[in-house]
């Protein structure tokens, strides 16, 4: 135990060692656009090992979500801080995107959504329904935090940046409009499910399930149609 404490506050301490650094940077007039990746790859792995011991506590199984979102984070938010400082040092070495920043966007969600539900039903059907809420905190969190350094990440290595302030085009209201389409079909037709459910008499458990459930269908299936959309041209 005094060894795991030491541990931490170590890694602590080091963590803070180099926010103070980047304070410092910052105060001299010597902080840059990557600085800000680091000073973020820095504070997530202050949090990671915080957030694993919160995990256990309300779920004593070792598991990768413990903190493992935030190690994951932090490596890709260096990689962004290096990449960033390479367009600064080097600004006319960089090719164009192929793929615009909301295609990228929409793939990064559908993906993380798609990881993230089988993880949960796996661990779910693995330790039992008992592990369902803190499951759902988890995933959520993780999807926080995948959302935010990955449309950092997209951000940073898009080229040219000036694209992440153009407003949507006509192709990108098209896209967007048969998505929210596809998305309000399923909800549409499985909110009726709530009544009937309700008439069964079933747990409110299983109503609050199924109605989550339904959102977590329509989020995939509004990503899965931007993902489609923007690759076949059809909406």
């Not at 000073?39 to 979500?65: K, N, R």
């Not at 295609?103 to 039992?128: D, Q, R």
Request: net charge neutral; aromatic share 10%.
């Amino acid at each position: 135990m005094l060894l795991e404490l030491f541990l931490l506050a170590l890694w602590t301490i080091g963590c803070g060692v180099g926010i103070g650094r980047l304070y410092r940077l910052h105060k001299s007039g010597k902080y840059y656009a990557e600085h800000s990746k680091y000073g973020g790859a820095v504070a997530l792995l202050l949090m990671a090992p915080y957030t694993s011991l919160l995990v256990y506590y309300f779920t004593p199984i070792e598991h990768l979500w413990t903190g493992a979102g935030q190690l994951l984070g932090a490596l890709v938010l260096w990689a962004v801080g290096l990449r960033s400082r390479s367009q600064r040092m080097n600004p006319d070495s960089e090719r164009f995107s192929q793929t615009s920043f909301r295609e990228k966007s929409a793939i990064l969600m559908f993906a993380t959504l798609v990881v993230l539900t089988l993880s949960g039903l796996t661990f779910v059907a693995t330790y039992g329904l008992s592990t369902l809420a803190p499951v759902i905190l988890a995933a959520v969190a993780m999807l926080i935090t995948i959302a935010i350094v990955g449309h950092l990440a997209i951000a940073v290595l898009q080229n040219p940046i000036d694209e992440l302030d153009s407003a949507a085009d006509e192709r990108d209201r098209e896209v967007e409009l048969g998505s929210i389409r596809n998305a309000y079909y399923v909800l549409g037709f499985g909110i009726w499910s709530i009544p009937v459910i309700a008439v069964i008499d079933l747990s409110g458990l299983i109503v609050a399930l199924v109605a989550c459930s339904l959102i977590l269908a329509a989020e995939l299936v509004y990503y899965g149609s931007l993902v489609r959309y923007y690759r076949t041209g059809v909406a």
